[in-house]
């Protein structure tokens, strides 16, 4: 991996860390296209990126984060699921499944369908606006639908903003809801994960994960601005059919 590189997948990370279309899926799917070999250290560099995104954030949210009890009360229910199979499977999911371009293609497009169902289900259905008034049940139950996102593809953001529309958080009661349940989520995730690769990190190294983290937090601090605008005017509908036509056209041309 060179620089050019970092920098691309840093942004690729930004833009689709926080939208329902899978970061992780577009990552592998974007190194492939460029040709970085699928090494120990590009999954976790693919990891440890997340980071930049996540702190973009922990700086919106700043105040939220350091004074509502109530919705961080939801925040660590729904960590729950994903904490513990997360630890139980870390060595499984890096060794089988990061990388593995037909699980980022099978994900892409079921989960895009998955999205357009709940979409629609929402219309009538979804009716609390405000993330304190979802109860703990409801946070858990969201929580079960983020660990779906252990398979590359299915996408965290995708995988949580589903589940809160199923149990009835308005649309984007459910994509703010996603944004704060990622930051114990993936603080934990790409912690643990440079804790387990960090001695074999060249100095090189090193800086190519300083460059991509540098590049996914400036990218996603715009990004989630943008997002939430967008989805409290408009549906989900548009990033269902993304991801359906994204998992089909890479089926078709790369596989």
Known sequence: MNIYQAVLLGIVEGLTEFLPVSSTGHLILTAHILG???????????????MGAIMSVILLYAKR?????????RILVAFLPTGILGFLLYKLIKTYLIGNDKVVVLSLIVGGVFLLFADRVCERFCYIGDIRAMSLKRAFLIGLFQSLAMIPGVSRSASTIIGGMLVGLHRKASAEFSFLLAVPTMIIATSYDVYKSHSTFT???WHLLLIGFLSAFFTALLTVKVFLKFISKHSFFPFGIYRIALGFSYALFFL
């Not at 970085?36 to 997340?50: C, H, L, P, W």
């Not at 984060?65 to 961080?72: C, G, I, K, N």
């Open 203 to 205: 100095q090189s190294e």
């Open 36 to 50: 970085v070999d699928n090494s120990g250290f590009t999954k976790s560099f693919e990891i440890a990126i997340q």
């Open 65 to 73: 984060l350091s004074t509502d009890y109530e919705m961080w009360k």
